[in-house]
């Protein structure tokens, strides 16, 4: 089995994180699927106070918010790392609707998301 790749924990202090066991039981899956979601790049982990961490703002309404999964994927097409990917959802940038690709992201607002990313590949 292969390592779960990690994010450096590049977040603010206010951004929530929860860990493994509590995503497995918002999305009603277990342990080992939330960690090949990891694996596979459908989620980012970061270590946080030696625990595997994921943003909450990745999670809603007992699911994965829409689309996040493809820009991950987008993303890491342009060779991002995972640190430069968790950066970037989380960057301010007042064009976007929501203030950050992640609330855009969270505010159906993933194809405009989307299409920054890709833009920044080239």
């Known amino acids: 089995m292969s390592a779960i790749p990690l994010a450096d924990d590049v977040l603010d202090a206010d951004v929530a994180v929860v860990p493994v066991a509590?995503?497995?039981e918002t999305l009603?899956?277990?342990q080992n699927k939330v960690r090949q979601m990891l694996r596979?790049?459908?989620l980012i982990a970061v270590r946080r106070d030696g625990d595997?961490?994921?943003p909450g703002d990745f999670l809603r309404d007992g699911a994965v918010i829409k689309g996040l999964a493809g820009?991950?994927?987008v993303l890491s097409d342009a060779g991002f790392t995972r640190t430069e990917m968790?950066?970037?959802l989380f960057a301010e940038d007042e064009s976007?609707?929501?203030t950050t690709p992640i609330n855009a992201l969270r505010t159906s607002h993933g194809t405009e998301v989307k299409r920054?990313?890709?833009a920044m590949a080239f």
């Open 22 to 24: 509590e995503v497995a």
């Open 28 to 30: 009603n899956v277990a």
């Open 40 to 42: 596979d790049g459908h």
């Open 52 to 54: 595997l961490m994921i």
């Open 71 to 73: 820009t991950i994927t």
């Open 86 to 88: 968790l950066r970037w």
């Open 96 to 98: 976007l609707p929501g």
């Open 116 to 118: 920054r990313a890709q």
